[in-house]
């Protein structure tokens, strides 16, 4: 196997094919050995959590969102890949109470950092699914192979009835928590 030393590449300066450097059909540019380095503002990688089922919390007091049996915590772990990347992290959910009109107010964490929420934008009239989203830019300057963990944690506005977020809000919206690594 003959190998080809070069520092760069760059296509022709002109004509129909500028700035180009072609791979012909047919042929494959196999990169598994190397290290491709993402330009920024690249998605890196994208993981999820979706909630099969509802999801809910009976406190004034900000707690853990998660299922009726509080067990499954509505959560989520990622791994960085490079160093300094940002974390998008999206949260989308639907608010349901039967009885009464809740407002519910939702934080998202990093670990035990509270980085985005509001206070009771969750907004549900009695026996009324509504859909909610937060969208967050996270910047938590960790080391590549760092492993950061989102929750969502929510209250009430003071009842002790559940404020439900609900799998599918007729609409077919699903409770999760989508975080996507974007490269600086």
Known sequence: MSTLQVENLIGPTSGSNTNKVIIPSGQTLDASGATLLPSSGQIIQTVQYLRSGSVGSSSSSRVDVSTSAYTDIMSKSITTTVANSKIR?????????????????????????IIDGDTYGLWSTAGTMNNYILDHIDSPSASAGTTLTYKIQGNNSGSSTMMYLYTDGGGGSSNHITLQEIAQ
């Open 89 to 113: 992290v999206m949260i989308g959910m639907v608010g349901y109470n039967s009885s009464s009109a809740l407002r519910g107010s939702i934080k998202i964490y990093r670990d035990s950092t």
